[in-house]
């Protein structure tokens, strides 16, 4: 496999687009929020109304995704770090509803509560149910008015929030790319006053920049479902803006997902890395349900059996499962901190628009080399100098 020589200024440039995350957040409020550091004392907020409730949030969902359960406590576990709410140990429950639940039985306040009854979720991704799911939170928030602030998880409840008028502040968390889909018009501006979500410029770019970097390749592969939800999962336009500049094209697969059971949604996504191993230089592995923690190791197999490069959008812990490399997201504390202090700004009086959007963590590099060794991939001293986390077998 043909490497190109002297990658160490290209990857110092591409790490060095990546910040503290603390230098992503507009200037804190009066309770000192800064992101990034969990802080002990943040002022509380005084009661929301004048019946001195607490403050009440609800949850509008997409489906069912390994991430989300992981996003939802990460952000319960930064709200306990800020002092907002007390939580023992949370057992891993990968189905949503449960996972509401459990929040809302078990974390004790004297300020929030995460409402049992004011969940939402369209089935597990299931299109038709999603005019229901938009009809029946409108009915609550205008109605009995008695949410204070939405978690809207996944692109579908970014979208669904925004198509209803965001009626209370809203949160938008894990939506790979909330401007592609049109929940907000840019990093800078959410385009509602009751509406937030995060956004990594230029992440995405970077990993595709870092693999053509190392593996200079003339054909990528690219795995995703033709549907408009899934060319923003698969950071489609980004991968298209990439093209000319880096003088490569793209092969593509349709691996059907939405609306059909997990082990559906991977035979589809394993069908179509087996389909085009044969006809491409590498992979961009994207964002799709029919990869989980389970079948990434299928992938991860069948991708090495083919002797060919794979490079994460999800990151480390799929390398760790064998894929080859990835420019890795932050850990789910670093994403939980972020949104559990916007909600804590939110709270102590601030616009969700008036909140910076913006941010970025350190870029970690990782590098399974006993993929590498069974594709015939040599990587250079200046990656295994570069890399932060390095591993030596599929786990």
Not at 190 to 210: F, K
């Amino acid at each position: 496999m043909t490497l190109r020589p002297g990658i160490l200024a290209p990857l110092a440039l591409l790490l060095g687009l990546a910040w503290p995350i603390a230098a992503a957040s507009s200037p804190p409020p009066v309770a000192a929020l800064s992101s990034g550091v969990a802080l002990t004392s943040p002022r509380l907020p005084p009661p929301s109304h004048t019946s001195g409730r607490k403050w009440r949030i609800g949850y509008v969902g997409s489906g069912e995704y390994e991430e989300y359960p992981r996003t939802l406590y990460a952000i319960a576990r930064a709200l306990q770090q800020l002092g907002w709410l007390r939580i023992d140990d949370m057992p891993e429950i990968t189905d949503m509803r449960k996972a509401w639940l459990y929040l809302a039985t078990h974390a004790r306040s004297n300020y929030i509560e995460f409402v049992p009854d004011a969940w939402w979720q369209p089935g597990n991704f299931d299109t038709a149910l999603r005019p229901a799911v938009r009809e029946a939170v409108a009915a609550r928030l205008r109605g009995a008015k008695d949410i204070d602030l939405i978690i809207a998880m996944g692109t579908w409840a970014g979208q669904d929030m925004v198509e209803l008028g965001t009626p209370v502040p809203t949160v938008v968390v894990s939506s790979t790319d909330p401007i592609s889909a049109r929940i907000i018009p840019s990093a800078a501006d959410s385009g509602q006053d009751n509406l937030h979500a995060r956004v990594q410029p230029d992440h995405y770019q970077r990993q595709i920049q870092l693999l053509h970097d190392i593996v200079p390749f003339k054909t990528l592969g690219l795995v995703y479902e033709d549907t408009e939800a899934g060319r923003t999962y698969a950071a489609i336009d980004k991968v298209a803006a990439l093209m000319p500049a880096l003088d490569f094209s793209v092969k593509r697969c349709d691996a059907r997902a939405t609306g059909i059971p997990i082990a559906t949604a991977t035979q589809n996504v394993l069908a179509c890395y087996q389909k085009l191993s044969s006809e491409v230089d590498a992979f961009y592995v994207t964002e799709h349900r029919g990869i989980t923690s389970t079948s990434v190791k299928q992938l991860a197999a069948l991708l090495r059996a083919a002797r060919v490069p794979s490079f994460s959008m999800q990151g480390s812990d799929e390398v760790k499962a064998g894929l080859l490399m990835s420019l890795a997201k932050a850990d789910y504390s670093s994403v939980g901190m972020f949104h559990a202090q916007t909600i804590a700004r939110i709270f102590n009086g601030e616009k969700p628009r008036s909140i910076s959007q913006v941010w970025n963590a350190p870029a970690k590099i990782a590098i399974n080399l006993e993929t590498a060794r069974r594709i015939g991939f040599d990587p250079p001293v200046d990656i295994l100098l570069a890399a932060d986390e390095v591993y030596e077998a599929e786990h």
